[in-house]
């Protein structure tokens, strides 16, 4: 019943790193685009991160630049997302999301997601 897992979020000081996985099934892994989302409290989901999988194009958000990376591994239907030189407004919850329809064009929109995971919290503290 669990179609996409998220793990490796937790508490860092900033300047510091974690990495993020997310493990799918047959059905839920996309060969099309996989991406992270995140969502502080009080704030709307924002786009972290996406990879098309066909082609291995990856597309982040300006806020993350440079700091972190998304990759995947389809043998084991894992999504990862290294995450390097932390800050406080890093601190959210993290979601892994696949689109399996192929009906959106860009990479930041949740139009096409079929699949969400149910989050993984990330701490950063100054």
């Known amino acids: 019943q669990v179609q996409l897992q998220e793990s490796g979020g937790g508490s860092v000081q900033a300047g510091g790193s974690l990495r993020l996985s997310c493990v799918g099934t047959?059905?839920?892994?996309?060969?099309?685009?996989m991406a992270w989302f995140r969502q502080a409290p009080g704030k709307e989901r924002e786009a972290v991160a996406a990879?098309?999988?066909?082609?291995?194009?990856?597309y982040y958000a300006d806020s993350v630049t440079g700091r972190f990376t998304i990759s995947q591994d389809k043998a084991k239907r894992t999504l990862y997302l290294q995450m390097n030189s932390l800050k406080p407004e890093d601190t959210a919850m993290y979601y892994c999301?696949?689109?399996?329809?192929?009906?959106?064009?860009?990479?930041?929109?949740?139009?096409?997601?079929?699949?969400w995971g149910q989050g993984t919290q990330v701490t950063v503290s100054s």
């Open positions: 999301a696949s689109d399996t329809r192929a009906l959106s064009n860009k990479w930041y929109e949740t139009y096409g997601i079929k699949y």
């Open positions: 990879i098309y999988t066909g082609d291995g194009r990856t």
């Open positions: 047959p059905y839920s892994f996309s060969d099309y685009r």
